[in-house]
């Protein structure tokens, strides 16, 4: 009976030891650095490269079921856009898409307060259709999207006076969990019009998307789950949920390693006690 009550308590420690180590990081965050990948690297340069006051495309094609990994990703690269100066088309292939941009944007807009709407940033909505609307996009931008969500008419949006086609973009950011999402866009954007196309994909999804970066760089760079996420905080130095997760879950990692490390000291000197 002492026995079970032992180890009983000791599984409520490991519990216990398991939630302070999850908590207090993400209570206080440590800002751990991570190595970062060629692939979110070229993602990065991409971005850093593209000229001031670029316009450029943001495409949420995900819903609130992958936002963990995604949302943190899309934060900071529409960070890193706002920082270059460029002027960002917020749209979605999903139905749920424009309320994750909606929630990106606000999060991101605190430490922008001076980009104005229509002028820096605007929000077309969400349209039906995936490829077949991208390849409407590469012909004629104002009948795919007459006016914003809105209701502005296209042509009285000022930042985008003067874009026609998807060939007037710099590139296509496409935050995808699944189809259409990121092969859309690259089959119908870059290979089609040559618009350069990067994004980022869930942990699970971004092996199969690896080889278009591979090849002959149909997409620039991917990033893959919530790591990559905060190797992207890492490159444009902000400690955002990315790296707050990734610290609560290395802190995890670590005290579970101990844990086995204890298990099996514990388990090697009961062996030594029997055999005496």
Do not use: C
């Amino acid at each position: 009976m002492s026995a079970v009550n032992n180890s009983q308590t000791e599984r409520r420690i490991v519990f216990l030891l398991l939630l302070i180590a999850v908590a207090l990081p993400l209570i206080f965050p440590i800002g751990w650095k991570t190595e970062v990948s060629n692939y979110s690297k070229m993602a990065w340069e991409l971005i850093e490269t593209t000229p001031d006051s670029s316009v450029v495309i943001f495409s949420f094609d995900y819903d609130p079921s992958t936002m963990t990994e995604l949302q943190p990703m899309a934060e900071a690269m529409l960070d890193h856009a706002f920082s270059r100066n460029q002027k960002v088309i917020a749209m979605a292939l999903w139905p749920q898409g424009m309320q994750m941009a909606q929630q990106a944007f606000d999060a991101v807009k605190k430490s922008y307060p001076n980009k104005t709407y229509g002028i820096d940033y605007a929000f077309v909505g969400y349209k039906v259709a995936g490829i077949v609307a991208i390849q409407s996009m590469g012909k004629n931008m104002a009948e795919v999207f007459p006016a914003d969500q809105n209701g502005t008419k296209y042509q009285d949006i000022p930042m985008l006076k003067g874009i026609k086609t998807l060939k007037d973009f710099a590139y296509v950011n496409s935050l995808s969990s699944g189809t259409p999402g990121i092969k859309e866009w690259v089959m119908a954007a870059r290979d089609v019009y040559q618009t350069p196309v990067t994004g980022g994909t869930t942990a699970v999804s971004a092996p199969g998307l690896i080889p278009y970066v591979n090849s002959q760089k149909q997409l620039h760079g991917l990033l893959g789950g919530l790591k990559a996420a905060s190797e992207y905080e890492t490159l444009i130095n902000r400690t955002g949920s990315a790296t707050v997760k990734m610290d609560a879950q290395s802190v995890a990692h670590l005290l579970i390693l101990l844990f086995i490390a204890v298990g099996n000291i514990k388990a090697f000197r009961a062996r030594k006690r029997r055999a005496a």
